[in-house]
């Protein structure tokens, strides 16, 4: 049976929450990101949930 719709925002929110973790854990308390850093941040985060 495919997720509901409600299932389907659970999902996006953690997913948007296990980002904001990622960035905050692996920046100094100066640092800020450029669009490029940013970019392959999340699509290191993508391959590590297709390698499950």
């Not at 999902?11 to 970019?39: M, R």
Request: glycine residues 4%.
């Amino acid at each position: 049976m495919p997720p509901s719709e409600k299932e389907l925002v659970m999902y996006q929110k953690a997913t948007a929450y296990d980002l904001i973790g990622l960035i905050k854990s692996s920046a100094a308390p100066d640092k800020t990101y450029t669009p490029e850093e940013l970019e392959e941040l999340i699509r290191a985060y993508i391959r590590g949930l297709e390698e499950k």
